[in-house]
């Protein structure tokens, strides 16, 4: 394959500090424009701001390996401390040809992305090599490519959310109604995977509907893979599962052996608030429920100042966790002792419902952790909160793909399907795709046809 140069956008960096150890033997441009709004981002709490101050660390080691302490000569990329090949790629700092006439006589304001774009278009020009601009920037890449500038997505942590979807939510028919019937009369203990014939290699805790002319069931692959057994409505709280994959992600909620679980699913298919009511009905088992979600405004939009102390502030953002605790509380009546029993468990934060900003640094043991709207996480931000748990820890990521609200993920991108992508196959992993909405059937619609 022939070398190339990558320079590299601002964004990217932000979204994964290890990018520059991503691109194998080509060489890595990174003009000084990239490196000055980095900087800008060292400063706060938020992994942004994490991933600005790695990569500057990561940066600050290769160029003190390197030949004389300089990067003009360019910094050999290594990989866990060893150099990926004698003839391999290098990071090299673009400090010229940040004001390119071509881009200057086509874009007239004076942006970072048009210097960023001008020392791409300068590199491309004076090199032999093909010159690859890298950006999560959809409108920079549009930029880029007008003025015949090769651009790419920055595609090393994408999947394949098809194929997720494709594995986790399968009809599978058969011929004999007799396989159904072993299914029911074994229960719990269930039957070795190879009476069923299944038409795919099945993952541990996999679930799907099997068919037959007569009778239907639905069912769950253990987590070792070696047999399946028939999955029984459970009621959590007074919320009932109002179809199978409901009644599926019910299943993979209540084992409490599951110590990583993803329900993905449009608006209105509940997935919240199974995580929730399946939560709260095993809470004498855990120390405390943390419900939490990133704050991003829709459509990336901010509210602008809000009154008030920390709580107050927040509000806003986590109303929608609220409201599904108000759908729980309404399934009993005012003043009785589940009703009682909720209002005591946020009074005394055994449930606590918080922005996902401050779970950094934190170790979670004796928890539920349920993260709401993990599409708008990077992989790194899943890492981060994954890591957090420990003994007794289950987490739990509810979200839609399809319903981002981050300027720099989309459905290949995001956390949430990278983490589905990864954990699948584990012993510990559970994932369903909810389909139909159950919210209203207005909402319903208005998913499926908005």
Known sequence: MAKKNYVLDTNVILHDFKCIENFQDNDVFIPITVLEEVDKFKKGYEQINFNARAFTRILDDKI????GGHSKKGIKINENGVQINADGGKVFILTNGLHNEKVEGVFRQNLNDHRILSAALTLSESSTLPTILVSKDVNLRIKAISLGLKAEDYTTDQVDVEDIFAQNYSEVQVGDPGIIDSLYISKGEGVDINELSLPFTPLPNQTFVIKSPQSTALVRIDNEAAKARSIEKKTFMGIT????EQTMAFDLLSDQSLTLIGLTGTAGTGKTLLALAAALAMAEDYQQILLARPIVSLANKDIGFLPGDYKQKILPYMQPLFDNLNVIKNQFNEGSPQARKLEDMLSSEKLVIEALAYIRGRS???VICIIDEAQNLTPQEIKTVITRAGDNTRMIFTGDVHQIDSPY???RSNGLAYMIERMRG???FGHVNLIQGE???????ASRKL
Do not use: G, I, K, Y
């Open 64 to 67: 003190a390996e390197a030949e």
């Open 241 to 244: 599962p109002r179809n199978a």
């Open 364 to 366: 979670l043991s004796n």
């Open 409 to 411: 993920l989309d459905t």
């Open 426 to 428: 584990e012993d510990f």
């Open 439 to 445: 919210r209203s059937h207005l909402s319903d619609v």
